[in-house]
């Protein structure tokens, strides 16, 4: 069983910038695909990014292509997601998850997921 505990949500004004980190425990994060979700009030849980085993390759949703960066340090178990020129159409629940399956782009999902970090951006 792997557990995922985000941090580094808050609250932030238009163009700020916010690092959420995920560490995890309980199995060998080294072979795990990570990715980051965020969900809005009544909107669907959103795949925003993705790394893969080796950071040998990265995906980024067109909504924050450019403006996020996914990345991970394996000898810390944990994955980074450094959000710069945030937008109020940012604001959500951020959560990170082991992929369980991911096609490389778009379409991922999670075998084990983070309890949420909230992310508000003021306008």
């Known amino acids: 069983q792997v557990q995922l505990v985000e941090s580094g949500g808050g609250l932030v004004e238009t163009g700020g910038s916010l690092r959420l980190s995920c560490a995890a425990s309980?199995?060998?994060?080294?072979?795990?695909?990570m990715g980051w979700f965020r969900q809005a009030p009544g909107k669907e849980r959103e795949f925003l990014a993705g790394?893969?085993?080796?950071?040998?390759?990265?995906y980024y949703a067109a909504s924050v292509k450019g403006r996020f960066t996914i990345s991970r340090d394996d000898g810390k178990n944990t994955v980074y997601l450094q959000m710069n020129s945030l937008k109020p159409e940012d604001t959500a629940v951020y959560y990170c998850a082991v992929l369980d399956y991911w096609n490389g782009y778009s379409r991922a999902t999670g075998a084990y997921w983070g309890q949420g970090t909230q992310v508000t951006v003021s306008s």
């Open positions: 790394i893969n085993r080796n950071t040998v390759g990265t």
């Open positions: 309980g199995g060998t994060f080294s072979r795990y695909a």
